[in-house]
């Protein structure tokens, strides 16, 4: 299989630490798992047109910007980063329906 098949195959924010063999603590991921692999995507996405093509050097890659993504939550938490957009929102947002509006 080629390094691009396994990554497919790799479903949770556990299967990717454990693939690229990296100690983790499974409370932290358990918290911020998705957060971790929005992180890990965002990270690779930057990194795009760097990215080396001979596979032994793209694992490392992969495996460093890995473990950065799961250490921003290990000293940080999921309010904090705002990865995902409902949390860089910001205040809550109002929104006005008049009256007459509404149907039933």
């Given at each position: 299989?080629?390094?691009?098949?396994?990554?497919?195959?790799?479903?949770?924010?556990?299967?990717?630490?454990?693939?690229?063999?990296?100690?983790y603590?499974?409370?932290?991921?358990?918290?911020?798992?998705?957060?971790?692999l929005?992180r890990?995507?965002?990270?690779?996405?930057?990194?795009?047109?760097?990215m080396?093509?001979?596979?032994?050097?793209?694992?490392?890659?992969?495996?460093?910007?890995?473990?950065?993504?799961?250490?921003?939550?290990?000293?940080?938490?999921?309010?904090?980063?705002?990865v995902?957009?409902?949390?860089?929102?910001?205040?809550?947002?109002?929104?006005?329906?008049?009256?007459?509006d509404?149907?039933?």
């Amino acid at each position: 299989m080629s390094f691009e098949e396994e990554m497919e195959e790799l479903e949770s924010a556990e299967d990717f630490l454990q693939y690229f063999q990296l100690e983790y603590v499974q409370s932290v991921v358990h918290v911020n798992r998705l957060h971790i692999l929005q992180r890990f995507h965002d990270y690779l996405q930057k990194a795009g047109n760097e990215m080396p093509e001979n596979e032994p050097a793209k694992r490392a890659v992969y495996s460093k910007l890995l473990m950065r993504a799961y250490q921003d939550f290990v000293e940080s938490d999921a309010q904090t980063e705002k990865v995902f957009k409902v949390f860089a929102m910001g205040e809550p947002q109002t929104a006005f329906v008049p009256l007459g509006d509404i149907k039933t």
